[in-house]
């Protein structure tokens, strides 16, 4: 390695860039690159975003989503339905659901599933405002949308024998062979799991 | 598709990451919401890396390098060697080598390869200034350190015929077996070269 550097201010940017998830230091010096050569265009514009973006946007003091109002545009939208929940691990979640237009209720964020093995306590999930919201009258519904992966269904577990007690029913999303999905190139488990909720054609 | 948008903000960033090559509009969500989750560790910073390097960074007038002074740090560094300029395509070029330490004198950076494909033409490399340099009278040495790529070589061809008339000596880097290199997973081009130029162990 010789002694040369980019420079303080090009070393910084890199190091910062290669904290994002799926850069690496390599990937990182090339979107410098790209950056540098592209200033007015994208450079600039980025930095400004960027800064905007921490300056106003909020988590939902309600559902935990990100949006610059509190409570958030879903939570104050007067068209949804206000009785069904649905709850998921990350916003990411609700931008994917809100993309399929599949719910019309209001959403809940974890903000994680329950993991033994990276040391995450039912404590460190938004699980306290859950059992509130869900104990509130006009809720009839709780939906569990969280991943099928060991962790989510043991979170989902979890939060039914949480629930419990109250007057709601919960449900969670159907496991089946995904639309367009091919049986040949299917897992085992989404296979069995597909044929024991097989319904009449 | 639903009319939800995650907010005028979160859109707008998350179109910019888009933009980053290496990043579709999928890892560019993941890396809004990154970003959200880590605001004090890495958004802000990073934002003020960005503006700080745009504002600051800087091409050399002399080689292209981008560094925050004119000329830059190699250009200005007394004990580079002035006479041998070696010509690299992109400024991520000058980075690997200076990694590597194997080059102590000065950089030309070419803005890119010729590239009647994609219409990059000998006018829009940074070739004129080149020959100015190369026809200095310290100047003893061009070394084509440019991608053994098809592009790449055709530019190296070009830039020796324009250099053929200076008192320089023109070189280009050695083909090989990559150090580490295994026979059976080289190419036969790499191979057929590295037997070519074989030489007393």
Same mark, same amino acid.
């Given at each position: &390695?010789s002694? @040369?550097?980019?420079?303080?201010?090009?070393? *910084?940017?890199?190091?910062? $860039?290669?904290?994002?998830?799926? +850069?690496?230091?390599?990937?990182? !010096?090339?979107?410098?690159?790209? +950056?540098?050569?592209? *200033?007015?265009?994208? &450079?600039?514009?980025?930095?400004?975003?960027?800064?905007?973006?921490?300056?106003?946007?909020?988590?939902?003091?309600?559902?935990?989503? +990100?949006?610059?109002?509190?409570?958030?545009?879903?939570?104050?939208?007067?068209?949804?339905?206000?009785? %069904?929940?649905?709850?998921?691990e990350?916003?990411?979640?609700?931008?994917?659901?809100? !993309?399929?237009?599949?719910?019309?209720?209001? @959403?809940? /964020?974890?903000?994680?599933?329950?993991?033994? $093995?990276?040391?995450?306590?039912?404590?460190?999930?938004?699980?306290? !405002?859950?059992?509130? !919201?869900a104990?509130?009258?006009?809720?009839?519904?709780?939906?569990?949308?969280?991943?099928?992966? %060991?962790?989510?269904?043991?979170?989902?577990? @979890?939060?039914?024998?949480?629930?419990?007690?109250?007057?709601?029913t919960?449900?969670? +999303?159907? *496991?089946?062979?995904? /639309?367009g999905?091919?049986?040949? @190139?299917?897992?085992?488990?989404?296979?069995?799991?597909?044929?024991?909720? *097989?319904?009449?054609?």
């Open positions: &390695m002694n @040369y550097s980019a420079g303080p201010e090009i070393e *910084r940017l890199i190091q910062l $860039l290669a904290k994002l998830p799926g +850069l690496g230091p390599r990937s990182a !010096r090339r979107v410098a690159l790209h +950056l540098l050569k592209k *200033r007015e265009a994208l &450079m600039g514009p980025l930095a400004e975003a960027l800064s905007e973006a921490a300056d106003k946007i909020t988590a939902c003091s309600t559902c935990g989503n +990100l949006d610059v109002s509190d409570p958030c545009a879903i939570c104050a939208a007067p068209g949804r339905d206000p009785s %069904v929940i649905c709850v998921v990350t916003v990411g979640d609700i931008w994917a659901l809100e !993309r399929a237009g599949a719910f019309k209720g209001r @959403y809940h /964020v974890l903000g994680g599933v329950l993991s033994p $093995l990276d040391g995450v306590r039912p404590d460190d999930l938004n699980i306290g !405002r859950l059992l509130e !919201r104990a509130a009258p006009e809720i009839t519904e709780i939906v569990l949308a969280l991943n099928a992966t %060991v962790d989510g269904q043991t979170t989902a577990h @979890y939060l039914s024998d949480r629930l419990d007690g109250l007057d709601v919960i449900t969670s +999303l159907a *496991r089946g062979v995904p /639309v999905g091919e049986l040949d @190139y299917l897992d085992d488990g989404t296979l069995a799991a597909a044929f024991k909720s *097989r319904r009449p054609a």
